[in-house]
Nanobody
Framework: QVQLVESGGGLGQAGGSLKLSCVVS??????MSWFRQAPGKEREFVAA????????YYADSVKGRFTISRDNAKNTVYLQMNRLNLEDTAVYYC???????????????WGQGTQVTVSS
């Protein structure tokens, strides 16, 4: 069973940037995704990346502002978040189904989540 550990959340200012990291316990490389859940809302897809990083997908709400990337040597996936706005406030989760593909649907394995709060 794979373990996912997120970090990098915290308080950001509107218009500013934050970078999230997700360390994967399994040395095999899988397609990875980020999801988020805001208070009172359902969990939603944010971004996904294939196992080699050549394919990425983004939700329309973050396209052009967020970038997903990975460093397979470090078993780590990143989410660079730029031009933050108040609607980006949520708990962000790392996710995988332990397949090679970039998936826009949620897989079986989740991290514990990291809180991102954007202030004006």
């Amino acid at each position: 069973q794979v373990q996912l550990v997120e970090s990098g959340g915290g308080l950001g200012q509107a218009g500013g940037s934050l970078k999230l990291s997700c360390v994967v316990s399994d040395p095999n490389n899988f397609g990875m995704s980020w999801f988020r859940q805001a208070p009172g809302k359902e969990r939603e897809f944010v971004a996904a990346i294939s196992w080699r990083g050549e394919i990425t997908y983004y939700a329309d709400s973050v396209k052009g502002r967020f970038t997903i990337s990975r460093d397979n040597a470090k078993n780590t996936v990143y989410l660079q978040m730029n031009r933050l706005n108040l609607e980006d406030t949520a708990v962000y989760y790392c996710n995988t189904d332990m397949t090679l593909n970039a998936l826009r649907t949620s897989g079986k394995y989740w991290g514990q989540g990291t809180q991102v709060t954007v202030s004006s």
